[in-house]
């Protein structure tokens, strides 16, 4: 008996007790996963990818850096980067303030506060964009006070700020809410009761254990503003050389038949993507070194 018994936790230890053999996962079952999952990354990832770029060099490098430096193009990469510069700050204010308020107080409207944050990823972009044009279109509730005073909303660059904000404010919220509840409020209370201020807690003691949970979020906020085309094109007029962001250029282009011009401009935000991807390992792969640093 006591044989059988070391013969066994030997088997445990080397990895060879296996449990019930009806559960064990075959191996032809772990390939054909596998096999499943690389041809639908490549099929539906990795082939529209290289297709971008392929049909954006397809004539050569001197047509694919004339499609990036014409006027309407240029045009809508300042216009691109102007929405972004604007959206992803305010963004950030927005989703450090939301997760302080939820996480470190209570308050009567707090799960409608989580819920209305929510909202862009539940309203499509086209009902946004049709919701700023009833506000502050010709014939919304504020268009005759504004054309009074000369202000232009809609179809204007802060139609399209607004646009912009609206479909990325959830971004920096979601990352801190859940990072900050898990982190509690023992390390804020204890600041408070040393005498600290409510700012002072927050730079020294708040802001060091999120920071790498809101420059994910941040990243993310910033892909999606640079990406937004739904929003953006019903406020935006399609105005070429004006209102056009890269996404809407890449669709005047493409429905003009300017193919090379089109996916020269459409590899722009390919670029992007890939730029994004590479920046959220970098922080994931900091974020674990910090945990493990902590931990041991």
Sequence with gaps: MAGSAASLGRARSAGHYQGNPATAEKRWVRYTLL??????????LLLPLAAVFTEALRKGWDTYLASLIEPDAVSAIKLTLIAAVIAVPLNVVFGVSAAWAITKHDFRG??????????????????????????????GWFGPWLAEH???VIFAVPGIVLATVFVTFPF??????????????????????????????????TLPNIKWGLLYGVILCNARAFGEFGAVSVVSGH???QT?????????????????????????LALLALVTLGLKQFV????SRNVIKEEA
Excluded at 248 to 263: D, G, R, S, T
Aim: charged share 15%.
């Design 35 to 44: 096999t499943l999952g690389l041809a639908f990354f490549a099929l539906f």
């Design 110 to 139: 707090k799960q409608l506060l989580i819920t209305l944050i929510d909202l862009p990823f539940s309203v499509s972009p086209v009902v946004a964009g049709l919701i700023y044009v009833l506000i502050f279109g010709a014939q």
């Design 150 to 152: 000369d202000i232009k």
């Design 172 to 205: 920096v919220a979601r990352e801190l809410i859940p990072l900050m509840q898990a982190q509690g409020r023992d390390e804020e209370e204890a600041a408070t009761v040393l005498g600290a201020s409510g700012w002072r807690t927050f730079w020294h003691v």
């Design 239 to 241: 105005i070429r050389g």
């Design 244 to 268: 056009n962001t890269l996404p809407l250029q890449v669709e005047i282009l493409y429905n003009e038949y300017q193919f090379a011009a089109a996916f020269a401009v459409a590899s722009l």
């Design 284 to 287: 994931e792969w900091q974020a």
